[in-house]
């Protein structure tokens, strides 16, 4: 019977060893698996974080753009005032040189 009571107990260590090796086994696959999860995850939240600063650099390129553009319609408009000015002082001119004759021409030599 020691034999017996032995070889039991051989065969309860083994079977502890074995299911300790498989257990081993189970959780570095679950280690890498976590470490390759974990890896991921990182690169999907810079990914974020990337396109976080992209989406505010487009904001302020339309602040920019829409502030442009209201600038050149101020001017577009300081510009038709300027022009119609010169159209109004070009007529004054006209007409006031076909009222008074030229004094250029009528002096005696």
């Known amino acids: ?7 039991d107990q051989d065969l309860y260590l083994q079977s502890h060893a074995e299911l300790l090796q498989a257990l081993k086994k ?8 976590s470490q390759q999860l974990l890896q991921r995850m990182d690169k ?3 990914l974020f974080e990337e396109a976080a600063q992209h989406v505010g650099e487009v904001e302020t390129v ?3 753009v829409t502030a442009l553009t209201n600038k050149l319609e101020a001017l577009l408009e300081q510009n ?3 022009a ?4 109004l002082l070009e007529k004054y001119v ?3 040189t076909r009222l ?3 004094e250029v021409q009528q002096k005696p030599f």
């Open 62 to 64: 339309e602040a920019r």
């Open 80 to 82: 038709k005032s300027i």
């Open 26 to 33: 189970y959780t570095d696959v679950q280690t890498t698996s």
């Open 84 to 87: 119609q000015g010169l159209v």
């Open 100 to 102: 008074e004759p030229t």
């Open 44 to 46: 999907l939240l810079s």
């Open 94 to 96: 006209r007409g006031k």
């Open 1 to 7: 019977m020691p034999s017996a009571k032995k070889s």
